[in-house]
């Protein structure tokens, strides 16, 4: 599986950004698909997460109400919409792939638990 990254760039507080990640490769149902973020000196820190099949969704709180995933199956892209963008949304956004099957949110929300990265794209939000 590659995943490409891509949409970053500079908005001020209050816009929205889309960002996208083409998924290449073995696709299966199963897959969980989940956005990450690192600002600078931070750790990576998760953001949300989709069941590319069942649609099955879970958020950090910090973005929820805020940050949409989506699956576009024909386009095999999954897409993170970023609403009401705040200077603290400031980082580098990866997208990652897992194979494994897992309704455990410590599981879901932990870096560790994905084997695909894509490369990140820069978001940029200015006051």
């Known amino acids: 599986v590659q995943l490409q990254a891509s949409g970053g760039g500079s908005v001020q507080a209050g816009d929205s950004l889309r960002v996208s990640c083409s998924v290449s490769?073995?696709?299966?149902?199963?897959?969980?698909m989940g956005w990450f973020r690192q600002a600078p000196g931070k750790e990576r820190d998760f953001v949300v997460a989709?069941?590319?099949?069942?649609?099955?969704?879970y958020s950090a709180d910090s973005v929820k109400g805020r940050f949409t995933i989506s699956i576009d199956n024909a386009k095999n892209t999954v897409y993170l919409q970023m609403n009401s963008l705040k200077p603290e949304d400031t980082a580098i956004y990866y997208c990652?792939?897992?194979?494994?099957?897992?309704?455990?949110?410590?599981?879901?929300?932990?870096?560790?638990?994905?084997?695909?990265w894509g490369q990140g794209t820069l978001v940029t939000v200015s006051s």
């Open positions: 490769g073995r696709i299966q149902s199963s897959d969980r």
């Open positions: 990652a792939a897992s194979e494994k099957t897992t309704h455990l949110r410590t599981i879901v929300v932990s870096p560790t638990s994905y084997e695909y």
């Open positions: 989709k069941y590319w099949s069942s649609g099955y969704t």
